[in-house]
């Protein structure tokens, strides 16, 4: 699972899909305002979804219903989904986000490493994502944490924290395992 091109990192490149997924810890808590466009949006059976006008389904829906392959090398980690998102790249070169990101539906990504996990820090997402199944708004101040482990040859896991404080009362986790 390691690679000497990776710097001894474990290689997380495969096609992979999300087999197990769940909630960790509480359940998402958004603020009035939030329950009432994700109801609304609910209640028209998701209708405008970005995913239902061909556009992209945004970072908060990477890997829940469709496979995805990761390509990785020592500087850069790119997602291609199967669906309408754009391959997203996280960079591992060390650089920092951009004090003013140019906002997007998949963000900004850097990670780095702790022990055998990739960190991902992503920032700069717009307003036009929604957030996975409850179909909440994100704001611009959305922040998402995501934690990837192998945890042996056939197995990825990813848990992922949603801070968003204008939209949910404290951040809350997913967690997925993918084979």
């Given at each position: 699972?390691?690679?000497?091109?990776?710097?001894?990192?474990?290689?997380?490149?495969?096609?992979?899909?999300?087999?197990?997924?769940?909630?960790?810890?509480?359940?998402?808590?958004?603020?009035?305002?939030?329950?009432?466009?994700?109801?609304?949006?609910?209640d028209r059976?998701?209708?405008?979804?970005?995913?239902?006008?061909?556009?992209?389904?945004?970072?908060?829906?990477?890997?829940?219903?469709?496979?995805?392959?990761?390509?990785?090398?020592?500087?850069?980690?790119?997602?291609?989904?199967?669906?309408?998102?754009?391959?997203?790249?996280?960079?591992?070169?060390?650089?920092?986000?951009?004090?003013?990101?140019?906002?997007?539906?998949?963000?900004?990504?850097?990670?780095?490493?702790?022990?055998?996990?990739?960190?991902?820090?992503?920032?700069?997402?717009?307003?036009?994502?929604?957030?996975?199944?409850?179909?909440?708004?994100?704001?611009?101040?959305?922040?998402?944490?995501?934690?990837?482990?192998?945890?042996?040859?056939?197995?990825?896991?990813?848990?992922?924290?949603?801070?968003?404080?204008?939209?949910?009362?404290?951040?809350?986790?997913?967690?997925?395992v993918s084979?």
């Amino acid at each position: 699972m390691c690679s000497s091109d990776l710097e001894g990192k474990p290689d997380l490149t495969g096609v992979w899909f999300a087999a197990i997924y769940r909630s960790k810890g509480d359940a998402p808590d958004p603020l009035p305002w939030a329950a009432d466009v994700a109801k609304k949006r609910r209640d028209r059976m998701n209708i405008d979804s970005p995913g239902a006008h061909c556009l992209p389904t945004g970072l908060a829906s990477s890997g829940n219903l469709r496979p995805y392959r990761i390509v990785q090398t020592k500087d850069i980690i790119v997602i291609i989904e199967e669906s309408n998102d754009p391959p997203r790249q996280i960079y591992l070169d060390g650089r920092r986000h951009a004090d003013d990101p140019n906002t997007s539906f998949l963000g900004h990504s850097i990670g780095h490493w702790e022990g055998d996990t990739l960190v991902v820090d992503t920032v700069g997402l717009n307003e036009a994502g929604w957030i996975g199944f409850g179909s909440f708004p994100q704001t611009e101040k959305l922040h998402i944490t995501e934690r990837f482990r192998r945890t042996d040859l056939g197995h990825l896991e990813r848990e992922v924290t949603f801070d968003d404080p204008t939209t949910f009362k404290k951040p809350w986790t997913i967690w997925r395992v993918s084979q």
